[in-house]
């Protein structure tokens, strides 16, 4: 059990939040721009939140649950490969 748990924690998990983040935006079809005014953001960070290149980005967990109610998705989703 231990061993299971830590390997999870090992993943690099947070590649996988950002990449999903943009997939099920794209999912729902909606635009950078239409994000970043709902969520009363800058374009630029949320642009950032979506780039795999871009090592210094961080995301909330409070920025992660308003994208989780915004797409309708689970937060284990966010997670996942």
């Known amino acids: 059990m231990v061993i299971l748990m830590n390997e999870k924690l090992n993943k690099n998990y947070m590649k996988n939040i950002y990449k999903n983040i943009k997939l099920f935006r794209k999912e729902k079809g909606y635009l950078l ?12 960070y949320l ?28 937060l284990d989703d966010f997670i996942k490969d």
């Open 47 to 74: 642009r950032r939140i979506e780039s795999l290149n871009d090592d210094v980005k961080s995301c909330s967990l409070k920025l992660l649950i308003k994208f989780s109610i915004l797409y309708n998705k689970p």
């Open 33 to 44: 721009s239409e994000i970043a005014e709902i969520l009363d953001m800058s374009y630029d």
